[in-house]
């Protein structure tokens, strides 16, 4: 819609540039005013001409609304307002033309194609495989699926993909705290150290390594069976990990093992090309990357003094192949800590002369997890933090998704069990989908009231001209905004927009049932408009709801 009226004005003020004495119009906005009472959208582009014209932007604007009204009658009126705004309203027909297109479920008006199939690579949650998801991971997995999802439906190939850290010092320190436990059970006098991993899946794992092996380790020293052990221990985690993302509604296409990267040589190979072209150096007996030279802070380690490469090593290997891969963008998830990774990872990419604005990193900012107001004490389970299983098991894989996605990723957020568990308007969850389960109801109802052999995929015949009540339009005007919505969203890659405006819809439809009779029992014109207004609710929520990976329930 918004595209369209920029065109109308684009086309009508084109023949006037001659006389205006310039050669091409300034990037103006059309846009939704934020006041209602001042039209259904708005221009700038007679103030921006104002200046260059030298006039002032009133007289401008008339000239444009002339221009506007001799081209086309798409509007039912058009007004100057302030200091130079053009306001346009669209009449009843306007309106009821864009409600066919969502009756008649057009996917191409409801999911603006803006990707044109280029291939967006979004890697996301990428958790170390040494111990449960915790709630913050759970928001990067609810953010990376639903952003997923909206790249997808407008029109890009994406991939998911799953960074595994399976070749640090992390993996190996499960490695360890699991055999400890492990010697432990088999009542070996043995302590575990103080950095180890603890929780009762540590002693889990142990039980199950002695189920599989049985005393195969006893009185043996960690370093005589370290491959082993850490190999059995971070896989074991890593199906943990799968079947808890599974059970959340996330698959990846693709898991990408870190140790394969040193296996395959692309680390080494991706710091020989650096140092070949003179941006690798030795000094203090490291090995550093001059990530200065492209606007990191300061330069970084990537080969320590005894010969371990860090972890940014094997990161610039990682980035580098995936542009090699041939991704036209690549989107990192990450949490809200690794903001000073942003920086040198780009400057990596920059210095192997590659488009450093193809990447692109959403920051996932900590989640308190309240109950009744409460913070919630650590989880026996992990020893540390709430698990996402835990949080899962309680409140549900959709509830759990919907609220994470309630506020920009990059803001805290407060995750109040009771709220999620609420059967009322105060779970946002719930709201939106009673809504979606309402309007099942009502098609239920229909043959009780009157109205047999109606079918609610064929609404789109149904005429819907007797709808021009002010609550009437205003939810079909609610329902023509979710393209531009969605367009949004996925441009600016903030799935959360999805979740305000369903919101937003779900409370306008909730008020219109209230205040309005859907069956019309002594009209039948006006039921069955009605009821093709709701079926294009149920639509569009049910639209909404499938790009943040959350059901549309039929009854609650």
């Not at 990376?144 to 960074?163: D, I, K, P, Q, T």
């Not at 109801?441 to 109606?454: D, E, H, L």
């Amino acid at each position: 819609m918004i595209n369209n009226v920029y065109k109308i004005i684009a086309d009508a003020v084109t023949p006037l540039m001659p006389s205006w004495g310039i050669s091409e119009l300034p990037r103006f906005e059309v846009q939704t005013p934020k006041i209602e009472a001042h039209g259904d959208l708005a221009t700038n582009l007679a103030m921006l001409l104002a200046r260059p014209l030298r006039r002032a932007p009133r007289q401008v604007a008339e000239e444009i609304k002339a221009a506007i009204e001799q081209a086309t009658d798409a509007f039912s009126a058009i007004e100057i307002a302030g200091p130079g705004f053009i306001n346009f309203r669209f009449g009843n027909a306007f309106w009821h033309g864009n409600l066919y297109k969502i009756l008649h479920e057009d996917r191409a008006y409801l999911r603006p194609d803006i990707g044109g199939g280029a291939r967006v690579q979004v890697e996301f949650v990428s958790a170390n495989p040494t111990g449960p998801l915790h709630i913050g991971h759970g928001r990067g997995a609810a953010v990376g699926l639903a952003l997923s999802n909206l790249l997808s439906a407008a029109g890009f190939g994406v991939e998911r993909e799953f960074y595994i850290n399976d070749a640090g010092r992390q993996v190996k320190l499960l490695g360890l705290s699991v055999h400890i436990r492990y010697r432990q059970l088999l009542g070996e006098a043995v302590e575990l150290p103080e950095d180890s991993y603890r929780g009762d899946y540590i002693a889990d794992a142990a039980q199950a390594l002695i189920d599989e092996k049985g005393d195969t380790y006893r009185n043996m020293a960690f370093e005589d069976c370290r491959e082993e052990i850490v190999d059995w221990s971070y896989k074991r985690m890593l199906a943990d990990l799968k079947a808890d993302l599974e059970s959340f509604g996330v698959v990846f296409d693709t898991w990408k093992s870190e140790k394969s990267l040193f296996a395959s040589g692309k680390v080494a190979d991706a710091l020989d090309a650096l140092r070949a072209a003179g941006h690798v150096y030795e000094k203090d007996g490291a090995v550093w990357f001059a990530s200065s030279a492209f606007g990191d802070e300061k330069d970084r380690v990537v080969v320590k003094a005894d010969g371990e490469f860090t972890y940014f090593a094997s990161d610039i290997a990682y980035h580098k192949d995936k542009l090699d891969r041939g991704f036209d963008s690549i989107i990192d998830i990450w949490g809200a800590d690794h903001h000073g990774y942003i920086s040198r990872v780009g400057a990596a990419l920059q210095a192997f002369g590659l488009d450093r604005d193809k990447f692109r990193v959403l920051l996932v900012q900590i989640v308190s997890l309240l109950r009744g107001g409460e913070p919630v004490k650590m989880s026996k389970r992990s020893g540390e933090f709430i698990t996402l299983r835990e949080v899962v098991d309680e409140v549900g894989a959709d509830i759990a998704k919907f609220i994470f996605l309630t506020r920009r990723c990059d803001s805290h957020l407060d995750f109040d069990i009771e709220t999620a568990k609420a059967q009322s308007s105060e779970n946002p969850v719930y709201y939106v989908q009673y809504a979606h389960a309402r309007i099942n109801s009502i098609f239920r109802q229909a043959p009780s009231k009157g109205f047999q052999g109606v079918d609610r995929n064929a609404m789109g015949t149904i005429d819907v001209s007797c709808l021009v009540e002010a609550d009437e339009i205003g939810l079909i005007k609610k329902l023509c905004r979710y393209p531009a919505v969605f367009e949004g969203a996925a441009t600016s890659c903030e799935p959360h927009r999805i979740t305000y405006y369903l919101q937003e819809l779900a409370g306008e439809f909730h008020a219109f049932y209230r205040n309005h009779r859907v069956l019309v029992e002594d009209d039948r014109q006006l039921g069955l408009a009605r009821m093709a207004l709701a079926r294009a609710v149920e639509v569009v929520l049910h639209e909404g709801l499938s790009i943040l990976g959350v059901n549309a329930p039929e009854e609650m």
